[in-house]
Nanobody
Framework: QVQLVESGGGLVQPEGSLRLSCAASGIIFGIYTMGWYRQAPGKQRELVATITSRSNTNYADSVKGRFTISRDNAKNTVHLQMNSLKPEDTAVYYC?????????WGQGTQVTVSS
């Protein structure tokens, strides 16, 4: 059974930082492309960042220079370091694992950026 469990969300002030983590089980973690997506109220889910099995990264333009995705294959985890957070970053953040026909999602973690 595949499980992706996110953690690290919460309430943070503008310009603050948060680090999200996603622990994966039930998959051969090292071959999967891992990603973070987010969904704000009333909006569609959107890509935030992805990292391939070779650690090639891709970021949404809105987070480039502020967010960093990384993976630890020994611990089956993927992280999203979020700096200089803005109110428009407020959303539920979801972890995703993709490889061929396999496409798995976590339950999401809320990030709220507000003063």
């Amino acid at each position: 059974q595949v499980q992706l469990v996110e953690s690290g969300g919460g309430l943070v002030q503008p310009e603050g930082s948060l680090r999200l983590s996603c622990a994966a089980s039930g998959i051969i973690f090292g071959i999967y492309t891992m990603g973070w997506y987010r969904q704000a109220p009333g909006k569609q889910r959107e890509l935030v960042a992805t990292i391939t099995s070779r650690s090639n990264t891709n970021y949404a333009d809105s987070v480039k220079g502020r967010f960093t995705i990384s993976r630890d294959n020994a611990k089956n985890t993927v992280h999203l370091q979020m700096n200089s957070l803005k109110p428009e970053d407020t959303a539920v953040y979801y972890c995703n694992a993709q490889w061929r026909s396999g496409d798995y999602w976590g339950q999401g973690t809320q990030v709220t950026v507000s003063s």
